[in-house]
């Protein structure tokens, strides 16, 4: 078993790193440059940057920032939001991202994670989902757009599926119905789509209790475990989580 990742989120707004709950009622989390810093001495193994308003305001991820932020962390950095061109792509990873997600416009443009795939590699093509229960279908999960705001008729199982195929190297899977909630992961919804596909899944939403990183571990199959609330809020560090799974028999960089 390949060593599993621990992955604190920055979810950034008006330069500010932000946390609701259900992708609402944000409230302050502090500076994304010295988080940022703080999760990579403390041991992360990647770290990810949202710009979680770009797409909303139709306008492109906030450049500058993510030099500032690239120039503090020395772990693997992936950057998403508003990213709707491979030459955004481009100038990002020119702008020290290892990775770039996209989520809005990988629906919309389902050909732009082929294009990015083959000019960058797939390892660097994140596909972002977030997706919330069906209403209507009983087991299956509705993908949503512009950060939660707009249902779609995708089934997010099969929309992996489809990514994975398009040219996506990794699926970052956000349970919108758990996040924030510090309750734990939708474990069903990844391991529905760990079980789809052959690329790695990250589980997003939910932690509360370093059981959950665990749960999401062996009963999601996820293969990295996403967590913002818990770390920005001090509940736990980088290296309690590490030693828990550790503990517990998981294999983590220690």
């Not at 990742?5 to 950034?12: G, Q, S």
């Not at 705001?149 to 929309?159: C, F, G, Q, Y």
């Not at 939403?205 to 967590?227: N, S």
Request: a negative charge.
């Amino acid at each position: 078993m390949l060593a599993k990742r621990i992955i604190p989120c920055l979810d950034v707004k008006d330069n500010r790193v932000v946390k609701g709950v259900h992708f609402l009622n944000l409230r302050d989390a502090g500076d994304p440059v010295e988080l940022g810093k703080r999760y990579s001495d403390e041991g992360a193994d990647e770290l990810v940057f949202l710009d979680i308003t770009a797409t909303i305001r139709s306008r492109k991820t906030i450049v500058d920032l993510v030099e500032k932020v690239a120039e503090n962390v020395f772990i693997p950095f992936t950057v998403g939001g508003g990213i709707s061109s491979v030459d955004q792509i481009d100038q990002l990873l020119r702008s020290g991202a290892e990775k770039c997600s996209v989520n809005t416009a990988a629906v919309q443009n389902p050909n732009l994670l082929t294009e990015a795939a083959q000019r960058f590699g797939n390892q660097c093509i994140v596909l972002a989902i977030d997706a919330r229960r069906s209403k209507d279908r009983k087991g299956h999960w509705q993908v949503t757009v512009k950060a939660g705001s707009e249902p779609t008729d995708l089934d997010a199982v099969e929309w992996a599926i489809k990514a994975e195929k398009l040219g996506a190297g990794e699926i970052l899977l956000t349970s919108m119905d758990a996040d924030g909630t510090k309750t734990g992961y939708d474990n069903e919804l990844n391991k529905a789509v760990s079980d789809a596909v052959n690329v790695p899944v990250i589980a997003s939403g939910g932690a509360g209790e370093l059981e959950h990183l665990y749960d999401a571990i062996v009963q999601g199959g996820a293969d990295a475990v996403l967590m913002a609330s818990i770390t920005h809020f001090e509940n736990y560090t980088i290296n309690q989580m590490k030693e828990y799974l550790a503990s517990r028999g998981i294999p983590v960089n220690l």
